[in-house]
């Protein structure tokens, strides 16, 4: 079987002016998410991130850790959905207004209900149909390279971890919701191909989080 391995980006700048750059802790756990695949011996066979910053710089901070001197191929179909417009369209701005992380969680998931029951009719910019599509085809491309035996690690954001984690569990929309609510920073998502097609084999893993390093562990 062939392996691919979905990195959250670290913590970018919740509250700033400018979110998509990687916080001071965002880096360190870029560095850390690096040392545990190359602990657990993780090849890069094929290495992809999204366009944004935040992704970008993880997966720069990251593979210097465990395979130094790859660089990972951008693929715009790896960002994130577009947080600000959505809630323009379907939460009155709230989820970009809140510095408080509770009320924002709570604002987002509201107006990302409301986009993905909008479907095609949504207003904002990408419908969530066009996301699905774009993250879905950018994950069988991906699935269909990776032969037997060989690795993919990818750096993109929770909402697009998210949104695959559902399709393959039987609810995309569903589970962009509930895995988006508690995947972490940096966190680690595994899945196998093989002749059965591609499984989730384990979500959000984020063990190297744990003991001493607790207290980088967060969510937004």
Known sequence: MGAIYLVR?????????????????GHEQSRLAGAELGRRGVRADEAWCGTLSRQRATAAEALAGFAPGVVAKEDPRWNEYDHV?????????????SADPRAYQAALESALAA????????????????FLARVRGAFEELAARVGSGEQAVVFTSGGVIATLCGLLTGDPAEGLITFNRVVVNAGITKFVTGRSGTTLLSFNE???????????????
């Open 9 to 25: 980006h670290g913590q970018a700048s919740f509250g700033a002016a400018d979110y998509d750059v990687l916080s001071e802790r």
């Open 85 to 97: 417009d959505i809630a323009a369209h379907h939460g009155g701005g709230a989820a970009q207004d």
């Open 115 to 130: 986009w993905t029951a909008a479907g095609a009719d949504s207003g904002a910019d990408e419908t969530w149909p066009g």
């Open 206 to 220: 984020h063990g190297h989080f744990e003991g001493e390093a607790r207290k980088l562990l967060s969510y937004r």
